[in-house]
């Protein structure tokens, strides 16, 4: 029995459900918050070593065997992404605790953060793609509380905009599940694998892969990413950091997932467009991240760089392009949480969002202005942090199969970024100290340690990537080789 | 002015009966024919929003002391519950569990889990839509 499988999501709406009882015991509210993140750290790590030894693990919900009813599966790939949401999602909460304030505590905060969770988790682990849809709205609508949450005016304009741009593409959504369904007869993903395998992509399939890929494109904010920098800097620093690492996260992993395991048969066509996607968007978050003085639109932008990077991987879609795009994604996820919460907190500290508003910002907080350092190198790739690896790995993918574009724009944007990033070091970190002593923001200890812990997790996944090496070549491996993953669900009996 | 809208009141005192017991034949039958949970808990709120446009929110808040959001919260919890009763019988995920009993007065009726989770589902369908009209009833 596999009952662990469904804990990822389980366990958070449990305690979401729960929280709402004690509103006002904001130190249980914490506590239990922290503590199922904690507990599934602890699962994901016993799930992926349980993966190696045992292959794809499954659960059928209710005991209806697969392709009859709705079940969870964990491969390598959905239990790396859930192990680095709840590493992320712990720290994001950590980082609450001191900047979030009571009035939203007491709002039910911790039971939306942990409904999130829950969505995000869920969205991972499903095999059955209208569940697919059912966890990106519990996602949704608890982001669409997180975002609005505070009710200032400027968070209400951009809810309406983030509310109305997901609506839209939910519908989108599942008018693309209907025409497949329709098409193929079946939601479990990997019988829809087989049946489309059985039939050939014909020309409809290959049409209905594009609503799919528009709809996940809004999601993830490939190309489709105008709405991305206005809602993703009006939430509060712990909310905007959770949505920076996790939200478009799952947009992309579900492009991945539809792309290997459903619409593989025609990479021509649907992977070049993909790659198309990819460095548009590669050159559009650049322009706006070099474009903007305010250091909230330039981390959005940084966003939508990566979002780029990691889908170049997939467009090339060898077995070392697949590995860096999962490593990458892997570092995205730890990094933009921590590029965030450094940018709030920065905004904290001198009181405004414009770059030429502070300066000297390193005077009086030393350890503060390194961690950004930190950050800024491994966005850029140095060799000893995370984002390296990914980045070698993609671009000897792009090498292997020739696509020499692709190649020059990721690198290019690797520059753009260090670009952007030391922009803000040198103006706001270096030069003759605006805040006095008497007067500076005192750091709290709470804002300053997870940003530690982040840091550590970005330099911990750069020196022990040998230690993630077998988990993510069986994770591009499975992506590769769909069979996998139809036998494990549709022949394991 | 005063309204006197004794007629509506009266009616009202009756009819609010009649959905209710609809509300819960609905909530029962839907095992096998049309109803279930979301409409049953639909029927039942719009009882509550009847009494809560004839008589004002007070009276109704006085007669009724629910808090509906922990309404809601209870359905929900209830539902997501009865999945983690699947961790104490070392069963998978929301399996249901039936069984045919004899009962006193009705003879033999088939019991599921199910209902449980209907329940839920219920409770939070008439939690949440009565929050909804409550919170958009208030003046700010």
Same mark, same amino acid.
């Given at each position: ?301 940084? *966003?939508? !760089? +990566?979002? %780029?990077?990691?889908?170049? /991987?997939?467009? =090339?879609?060898?077995?070392? #392009?697949?590995?860096? &795009? @999962? ?64 980045? *070698?790995? !993609? +671009?000897? %993918?792009?090498?292997?199969? /020739?696509?020499? =574009?692709?190649?020059?724009? #990721?690198?290019?944007? &690797? @520059? ?78 | ?140």
């Amino acid at each position: 029995m596999n009952n662990l499988l469904v804990l990822p999501m389980a366990l958070p709406v449990l305690a979401g459900i729960i929280l709402i009882f004690f509103r006002n015991q904001i130190k249980l509210q914490r506590g239990i918050s922290l503590g199922v993140s904690f507990a599934n750290i602890g699962i994901a790590i016993y799930l992926l070593n349980r993966i190696q030894e045992e292959g794809i693990l499954r659960l059928d919900f209710g005991g209806w065997e697969p392709p009859f009813g709705i079940l969870f599966v964990a491969d390598s790939f959905s239990v790396i992404l859930v192990l680095i949401t709840s590493i992320v999602a712990a720290i994001c909460l950590l980082y609450a605790f001191s900047s979030i304030g009571k009035s939203h505590e007491k709002m039910l905060f911790y039971s939306f953060v942990n409904f999130l969770i829950a969505g995000v988790n869920g969205s991972f682990l499903t095999g059955d793609l209208f569940n697919l849809y059912v966890n990106f709205e519990v996602m949704l609508l608890a982001s669409y509380v997180l975002i609005a949450l505070g009710g200032k005016k400027i968070q209400l304009r951009e809810s309406i905009k983030y509310v109305v741009i997901n609506v839209l593409s939910s519908w989108f959504f599942l008018i693309a599940i209907a025409y497949l369904y329709g098409s193929v007869g079946t939601l479990n993903m990997a019988h829809i694998s087989e049946r489309i395998a059985e039939s050939g992509q014909t020309p409809l399939l290959t049409g209905i892969s594009m609503v799919f890929l528009t709809v996940f494109a809004l999601k993830s904010g490939l190309l489709l990413y105008f709405w991305l920098p206005g809602s993703y800097s009006v939430p509060p620093t712990a909310v905007a950091a959770l949505f920076g690492a996790l939200l478009t996260k799952v947009g992309i992993y579900a492009i991945i997932r539809v792309f290997t395991l459903f619409f593989y048969h025609d990479p021509d066509f649907t992977h070049t467009i993909i790659g198309i996607l990819a460095g548009v968007s590669l050159i559009g978050g650049s322009i706006g991240a070099v474009a903007y003085k305010d250091i909230r639109q330039i981390v959005s932008y940084n *966003v939508v !760089i +990566g979002v %780029g990077f990691i889908l170049i /991987g997939l467009s =090339v879609g060898t077995q070392a #392009a697949l590995e860096g &795009s @999962i490593y990458y994604l892997m570092h995205d996820m730890i990094v933009k949480a921590l590029l965030f919460l450094l940018a709030g907190t920065m905004i904290k500290v001198a009181g405004s969002a414009s770059m030429d508003e502070m300066s000297g910002l390193i005077r009086n907080y030393p350890l503060f202005g390194w961690l950004f350092f930190i950050v800024m190198i491994s966005l850029a790739g140095m060799p000893p942090l995370s984002g390296f690896i990914g980045k *070698v790995l !993609i +671009g000897q %993918g792009t090498v292997e199969t /020739g696509s020499y =574009v692709l190649l020059a724009l #990721a690198f290019l944007s &690797s @520059i753009v970024v260090l670009y952007s990033l030391l922009r803000i070091f040198l103006n706001c970190f270096w030069g003759e100290t605006m805040i006095s002593f008497e007067d500076e923001v005192p750091m709290k200890m709470g804002w300053l340690i997870p940003c530690v812990l982040l840091s550590a997790a970005t330099i911990g996944l750069g020196l022990g990537t040998e230690v993630f090496a077998p988990y993510v070549s069986d994770a591009a491996n499975t992506l590769l080789n769909p069979q996998i993953y139809i036998d494990a669900i549709l022949y394991d009996k | 002015m005063k309204i006197n809208n004794v007629i509506l009141r009266t009616v009202t005192r009756i009819v609010v009966y009649i959905i209710l017991t609809l509300a819960v034949y609905l909530f029962l039958a839907g095992h096998n024919n049309p109803g279930g949970g979301f409409i049953g808990g639909l029927v039942l709120s719009s009882a509550f929003v009847l009494l809560f446009i004839v008589f004002d929110i007070e009276t109704i808040e006085k007669a009724i002391p629910f808090d509906f959001k922990k309404v809601a919260a209870l359905g929900a919890f209830l539902a997501v519950g009865t999945g983690f009763g699947a961790f104490v019988f070392d069963v998978p995920f929301l399996t249901q569990a039936f069984g045919y009993f004899n009962l006193p007065f009705f003879g033999e009726v088939e019991l599921t889990t199910v209902t449980i989770f209907e329940l839920g589902v219920a409770l939070v369908v008439v939690g949440v839509v009565v929050t909804i009209i409550l919170s958009i009833s208030e003046d700010v």
